[in-house]
């Protein structure tokens, strides 16, 4: 089944529930958020602005807590900067630890230290994703004795990942353009936040951080799929990126924090 056949099905599942539900509210919302790709490997990724819009319906299940599912489209992502590097196995012996300053032929071919770190480049550019997103929130009152305005907001959210791009820029090179096909299709997010309530109005503040890993390409693994037939220099492809050339791999969580703003009507 394709996104836009699994899209329609998700609009009207979500449609039915609110029936289903004989909703208590429905509206719109729209708003932008601040969102990046989070690990261990994306320390020069940086926060950028997208945005986020949709529908909702919400129905109080107590005094006190009111479940509120959404239908929401975003975009998501990050920018990009910093510096990367190529490996290559120079004598094709299959190695790429030999040490460029011990002046020692640690593979015996009767050449010294012909393995080094090569092909440092600097890289700037982007990451972009489009998501159809399904939370399922709960919301709850606990700061009445602050005010009856202000409201908590937490639960899951469902997205289906739609496109996804990215666009490197590598030193003074023409930039790199492509699919981010090796994403997974499903993410799932953890929602936090906060929900003020004045009339028709409603701001939501909230924080979303992934609990599903994704593999992000990078931009050393996004160079050499640039070259035409790299098999033919770089030998087949292995898990770490060639036979005779490995790159950098990344990997990271979607996080953001979103400020939506919400109509009833």
């Known amino acids: 089944m394709n996104l836009m056949k ?12 609110s029936n289903l539900l004989a ?7 729209v708003g932008f958020n601040y969102s990046t790709i989070t690990g261990s490997e994306m320390v020069n990724a940086e926060f950028c602005p997208n945005f986020s819009a949709g529908l909702f319906v919400s129905k109080r299940l107590n005094n006190w807590l009111v479940l509120q599912p959404e239908l929401l489209f975003s975009s998501k992502g990050s920018n990009y900067d910093g510096k990367e590097r ?21 593979d015996g071919d009767g ?13 700037s550019g982007s990451y972009k994703l489009y998501y159809l997103e399904i939370p399922i929130l709960l919301k709850a009152s606990p700061f009445n004795f602050i005010s009856n305005n202000l409201d908590l907001i937490f639960g899951p959210s469902f997205n289906i990942l739609l496109d996804g791009k990215y666009e490197f820029k590598q030193d003074s090179y023409e930039p790199y353009k492509g699919d ?4 997974k299709t499903f993410d799932l997010i953890a929602i ?21 890993v994704n593999n992000i390409k990078s931009a050393g693994e996004a160079a050499i799929e640039s070259i035409e037939n790299p098999e033919e220099i770089y030998g087949p492809t292995t898990e770490d990126g060639y036979l005779y050339c490995k790159f950098k791999k990344l990997s990271g969580f979607n996080t953001s924090v979103s400020l939506l703003l919400s109509v009833l009507f």
């Open 111 to 123: 050449w010294i230290d012909e393995d080094r770190p090569e092909l440092y480049f600097n890289v």
């Open 180 to 183: 981010l096909t090796n994403l």
């Open 192 to 212: 936090l936040g906060f929900v003020y309530s004045v009339s028709n109005y409603k701001i939501d503040l909230r924080v979303n951080h992934s609990l599903i």
């Open 23 to 29: 909703i208590d509210e429905k509206g719109v919302k």
């Open 6 to 17: 699994k899209s329609i099905l998700l609009i009207l599942f979500i449609f039915l529930f």
């Open 86 to 106: 190529l490996y290559l196995d120079n004598d094709a012996d299959g190695y790429f630890d030999e040490d460029p300053f011990d002046l020692i032929d640690n």
